[in-house]
T-cell receptor, first 115, second 114 residues
C-alpha cells in the first residue's frame, strides 16, 4: 500500500531556529504539493511542483520559506527563521499528474510548534 | 484565482439522519470537484469527486450534486454513522490543461450524535 511519508511527524523548536520538513512522494507520482493547515485557515497551498519543477509558490512567504525537490523521491520545505505564527500542521501530497485524474494523496503531516 | 466557500463550518446530526454540506466556487472554468474527509489527527483522504459533465454521483451512502449554472456543489451523507464524524473539505480545480492545483474550502466539522 503505497503512501506519502513525511518526517519528522512532530517538531518543537524555538523562534529563530531553522526548520526542515521532508516528504517522500509515492513512487511514480510527478506532482508534489505542500499545504499548511491551521484551525483558522483550513488547507492552504504553499507550493506545487511538477516533475520536480516549481510551478506555483505564490502562497508561500518568500522571505522565510523555501521549497525544493532535490530528486524525484524527496521534497523539502524549509523555514528560516521560524516564528510562532508558523505553528501549524504541514502536509505534503503527491499525485499522478494525469490531466484527467486529479486525486492528491496526503502524507501524515508534520506538526510544528514554534515557541 | 478560484475562491471556494463552504458551509456550515460545524454540523451536528443524530445518528441515522442525513447530513448536507454545501460549497460555492467562483471560477466558471472549474470542472473538477472532489471531497476530502479528514478524521481527527489523520491525513485528508478523497472520498468522492464529480466532474462538470455530470450533475450527480453516488457511492453507497454518499452523493455529490453539482449545479454549474449556480456554481455550487453539495455533499450528501445518508444514514449517518459514528464513523462519519470528521472534517470534510470540498475543493475545485480546472483539470485538462496541465493544472493539478486544488482550491479547498475551509472545512466542515461533522459530528454524529449517537
Amino acid at each position: 500500500d503505497a503512501r506519502v511519508t513525511q518526517t519528522p511527524r512532530h517538531k518543537v523548536t524555538e523562534m529563530g531556529q531553522e526548520v526542515t520538513m521532508r516528504c517522500q512522494p509515492i513512487l511514480g507520482h510527478n506532482t508534489v504539493f505542500w499545504y499548511r493547515q491551521t484551525m483558522m485557515q483550513g488547507l492552504e497551498l504553499l507550493a506545487y511542483f511538477r516533475n520536480r519543477a516549481p510551478l506555483d509558490d505564490s502562497g508561500m512567504p518568500k522571505d522565510r520559506f523555501s521549497a525544493e525537490m532535490p530528486d524525484a523521491t524527496l521534497a523539502t520545505l524549509k523555514i528560516q527563521p521560524s516564528e510562532p505564527r508558523d505553528s501549524a500542521v504541514y502536509f505534503c501530497a503527491s499525485g499522478l499528474g494525469i490531466s484527467s485524474y486529479n486525486e492528491q494523496f496526503f502524507g501524515p503531516g508534520t506538526r510544528l510548534t514554534v515557541l | 484565482g478560484e475562491n471556494v466557500e463552504q458551509h456550515p463550518s460545524t454540523l451536528s446530526v443524530q445518528e441515522g439522519d442525513s447530513a448536507v454540506i454545501k460549497c460555492t466556487y467562483s471560477d466558471s472554468a472549474s470542472n473538477y470537484f472532489p471531497w476530502y474527509k479528514q478524521e481527527l489527527g489523520k491525513r485528508p483522504q478523497l472520498i468522492i469527486d464529480i466532474r462538470s459533465n455530470v450533475g450527480e454521483k453516488k457511492d453507497q451512502r454518499i452523493a455529490v450534486t453539482l449545479n454549474k449554472t449556480a456554481k455550487h456543489f453539495s455533499l450528501h451523507i445518508t444514514e449517518t454513522q459514528p464513523e462519519d464524524s470528521a472534517v470534510y473539505f470540498c475543493a475545485a480545480s480546472i483539470i485538462g490543461f496541465g493544472n493539478e492545483k486544488l482550491t479547498f474550502g475551509t472545512g466542515t466539522r461533522l459530528t454524529i450524535i449517537p
